[in-house]
Nanobody, 126 residues
Framework: QVHVMESGGGSVQSGGSLRLSCGTS????????MAWFRQGAGKEREGVAA???????LYAESVKGRFTISQDNAKNTLYLQMNSLKPEDTAMYYC????????????????????WGQGTQVTVSS
């Protein structure tokens, strides 16, 4: 069983930055796909960024140039650096993990990931 837990959410003003962290237990880092999703109030869950075993990132268009996904395999930790935050970035952010490699077509689709964290809230005020 793989356990996933996020941390690092909070409240910031527009233009500010936050860094989310995601720790995992269980040995999934040999070949894997890891991702961040978010879900705003009354909205569907959307993929934000994903990274595969080799560190290749994939981003949603809405966050390109502002968010950076990275991973530290030695620490079993995934990160999401969020800069130039906007009020529309306000959402619950979820970390997700899969023990198979990413595919471009499905890396930002929730169905790809069997393991999920409980989420961490990010609130951006104008």
């Amino acid at each position: 069983q793989v356990h996933v837990m996020e941390s690092g959410g909070g409240s910031v003003q527009s233009g500010g930055s936050l860094r989310l962290s995601c720790g995992t237990s269980g040995d999934i880092y040999r070949r894997h796909c890891m991702a961040w999703f978010r879900q705003g109030a009354g909205k569907e869950r959307e993929g934000v960024a994903a990274v595969d075993s080799d560190g290749w990132p994939l981003y949603a268009e809405s966050v390109k140039g502002r968010f950076t996904i990275s991973q530290d395999n030695a620490k079993n930790t995934l990160y999401l650096q969020m800069n130039s935050l906007k009020p529309e970035d306000t959402a619950m952010y979820y970390c997700a993990a899969s023990d198979v490699d990413c595919t471009t077509r499905y890396a930002l689709q929730p169905v790809t990931y069997p393991y999920w964290g409980q989420g961490t809230q990010v609130t951006v005020s104008s």
